[in-house]
């Protein structure tokens, strides 16, 4: 979406619009606790229009797409999503793509302000094949929920986290609290945006993060910095087949997950609540007086209190305390290991989720 963008939805009875990359929709309606759990409960809509959306079309899309990215493509049917990703030689994140098919065309939803630079590069790969990429972001946007909104024919795309997709593999537990929030993006017009939305409650991005956070899902333009690989994230569940080959990054992705491990990962905190406030994204994750890594989102849960993911050095024990600083506020924060510390190194291993393999 343009730099300016204001959603019609802003035009809500008590919106107050929200900064930075999610700016031109709301941050909150009034009471963005109650509105996350009205969310999750399927029982308000959130506006997601300022999110990029681009389209394939050509007799080559899905194999040109899937000899680019770290995804397996080529099999998707009409109606079927997942995620995948373009990365660097390095095998570092460089854009992240949710993908839906559509009869004719694959439909790209993408975060707020890097469908330009998704365009551009996709342009650059197209050679001779029979590929046309479109850029749609000025004329359509996303709504958000955990159910079918009724009354719109708009396609959806339905979020594969937390499953573990096939060629995919989990590094964190099996008890996965994702399972709990499904998540739908229905991709409609711009100029059709309020009547879609009719005459349903919304949440605002307050409540859509929280419920983010809460199920451990990393977002691109939040968990990812110039050195992020998909390891660190769990995002080898959904975004990477590992069986398919012949993609910038490829070797990367094997090496460290089969004989590596990788140099940090992502972590669930619960913060301590006393506080009253939340850390800002980057404040210091602490053990002791040492920097062992930065938080990456923060947000006020109707249930749990105050939580963040944070991305933090591999080896961090995960059961000792840790504690974010923000300025001068430190909070106290416990660790719900996501990634875990032993997380890759399995070639010769036992298959699967990391753990024991049974005994006797």
Same mark, same amino acid.
């Given at each position: 979406? %343009?730099? %300016?963008?204001?959603?019609?939805?802003?035009?809500?009875? *008590?919106?107050? +619009?929200?900064?930075?990359?999610?700016?031109?929709?709301?941050?909150?309606?009034? $009471?963005?606790?109650?509105?996350?759990?009205?969310?999750?409960?399927? =029982?308000?809509?959130?506006?997601?229009?300022?999110?990029?959306?681009?389209?394939?079309?050509?007799?080559?899309?899905?194999?040109?797409?899937?000899?680019?990215?770290?995804?397996?493509?080529?099999?998707?049917?009409?109606?079927?999503?997942?995620?995948?990703?373009?990365?660097?030689?390095? %095998?570092?994140?460089?854009?992240?793509? =949710?993908?839906? $098919?559509?009869?004719?065309?694959?439909? @790209? &939803?993408?975060?707020?302000?890097? *469908?330009?630079?998704?365009?551009?590069?996709?342009?650059?790969?197209?050679?001779? @094949?029979?590929?046309?990429?479109?850029?749609?972001?000025?004329?359509? *946007?996303?709504?958000? /929920?955990?159910?079918?909104?009724?009354?719109?024919?708009?396609?959806?795309?339905?979020?594969?986290? !937390?499953?573990?997709?096939?060629? *995919?593999?989990?590094?964190?537990?099996?008890?996965?609290?994702?399972?709990?929030? !499904?998540?739908?993006?229905?991709?409609?017009? &711009?100029?059709?945006?309020?009547?879609? /939305?009719?005459?349903?409650?919304?949440?605002?991005?307050?409540?859509?993060?929280?419920?983010?956070?809460? $199920?451990?899902?990393?977002?691109?333009?939040?968990?990812?910095?110039? =050195?992020?690989?998909?390891? +660190?994230?769990?995002?080898?569940?959904? $975004?990477?087949?590992?069986?398919?080959?012949?993609?910038?990054?490829?070797?990367?992705?094997?090496?460290?997950?089969?004989?590596?491990?990788?140099?940090?990962?992502?972590?669930?905190?619960?913060?301590?609540?006393?506080?009253?406030?939340?850390?800002?994204?980057?404040? +210091?994750?602490?053990? %002791?007086?040492? &920097?062992?890594?930065?938080?990456?989102?923060?947000?006020?849960?109707? +249930?749990?209190?105050?939580?963040?993911?944070?991305?933090?050095?591999?080896?961090?024990?995960?059961?000792?305390?840790?504690?974010?600083?923000?300025?001068?506020?430190?909070?106290?924060?416990?660790?719900?290991?996501?990634?875990? !510390?032993?997380?890759?190194?399995?070639?010769?291993?036992?298959?699967?989720?990391?753990?024991?393999?049974?005994?006797?």
């Amino acid at each position: 979406m %343009g730099t %300016g963008y204001q959603s019609v939805l802003l035009q809500r009875d *008590g919106a107050v +619009e929200a900064g930075g990359v999610d700016a031109g929709v709301a941050a909150h309606y009034g $009471a963005p606790t109650r509105e996350a759990r009205k969310l999750a409960e399927g =029982k308000a809509i959130a506006d997601l229009s300022h999110f990029d959306v681009l389209e394939i079309r050509g007799e080559d899309r899905r194999s040109w797409l899937d000899t680019l990215s770290s995804q397996r493509i080529n099999n998707l049917e009409p109606g079927q999503s997942t995620q995948t990703l373009l990365l660097s030689i390095q %095998g570092r994140i460089e854009h992240e793509m =949710k993908v839906l $098919a559509d009869q004719d065309r694959l439909i @790209l &939803i993408a975060e707020p302000g890097a *469908g330009a630079a998704l365009e551009q590069f996709l342009n650059s790969m197209r050679f001779m @094949l029979r590929v046309e990429v479109n850029n749609l972001s000025r004329t359509h *946007g996303v709504l958000a /929920a955990t159910r079918p909104i009724p009354g719109t024919e708009a396609p959806v795309w339905t979020d594969p986290w !937390p499953g573990v997709a096939p060629g *995919g593999w989990a590094y964190s537990r099996e008890d996965h609290p994702g399972k709990e929030r !499904p998540w739908l993006l229905h991709v409609v017009a &711009i100029d059709e945006l309020a009547s879609a /939305a009719a005459d349903e409650d919304l949440a605002g991005m307050m409540a859509v993060e929280a419920l983010r956070i809460a $199920a451990w899902e990393p977002r691109f333009g939040a968990e990812i910095d110039d =050195k992020t690989i998909p390891h +660190e994230l769990d995002w080898l569940r959904t $975004a990477v087949h590992l069986e398919k080959g012949c993609y910038k990054g490829q070797e990367t992705i094997a090496r460290v997950h089969n004989i590596g491990h990788p140099p940090r990962r992502v972590v669930f905190l619960d913060l301590d609540g006393s506080m009253h406030t939340l850390p800002s994204t980057g404040a +210091e994750v602490k053990v %002791g007086e040492r &920097i062992v890594g930065r938080v990456t989102s923060a947000a006020l849960h109707y +249930e749990a209190g105050p939580i963040a993911l944070a991305v933090i050095k591999r080896n961090v024990d995960p059961e000792t305390v840790l504690s974010v600083v923000d300025g001068e506020t430190s909070y106290p924060a416990s660790q719900d290991v996501i990634v875990t !510390p032993d997380a890759g190194q399995v070639a010769g291993r036992f298959t699967g989720f990391l753990r024991t393999p049974p005994q006797g």
